[in-house]
């Protein structure tokens, strides 16, 4: 069982930051890939970023490279994901993810076996 807790959303202007924070215990074994989604009422769950077992390497989606850092420090060290220049209709739950099936970066959902409570980002025009 791996338990993930996540932290960090609130409420920012468009064009504001806010860091994101993924907290990971249990047996994740030798390390897990994290990745971080984010979804909004009748819309399916998006991908946002992906970071490796041992934070050395990252995968973003289109709409946010330039913009968002995910990292983490090693394995079995907290995920992070930075955001930088938020957009309003980048409001949304945004919820953390771990895959104990690999250890490299993905985008598919079906990938990640354990997720986060979510954390509402809001960002306001």
């Known amino acids: 069982q791996v338990r993930l807790e996540e932290s960090g959303g609130g409420l920012v202007q468009a064009g504001g930051s806010l860091r994101l924070s993924c907290a990971v215990s249990?047996?994740?074994?030798?390390?897990?890939?994290m990745g971080w989604f984010r979804q909004t009422p009748g819309k399916e769950r998006e991908f946002v970023a992906s970071?490796?077992?041992?934070?050395?390497?990252?995968y973003y989606s289109d709409s946010v490279k330039g913009r968002f850092t995910a990292s983490r420090d090693g394995a079995k060290k907290p995920a992070y994901l930075q955001m930088n220049s938020l957009r309003p209709e980048e409001t949304a739950v945004y919820y953390c993810?771990?895959?104990?099936?690999?250890?490299?970066?993905?985008?598919?959902?079906?990938?990640?076996?354990?997720w986060g409570q979510g954390t509402q980002v809001t960002v306001s025009s």
């Open positions: 993810a771990a895959s104990t099936r690999r250890v490299g970066v993905t985008s598919l959902r079906s990938e990640y076996d354990y």
């Open positions: 249990g047996r994740t074994g030798a390390g897990v890939a």
């Open positions: 970071v490796s077992w041992d934070g050395g390497d990252t």
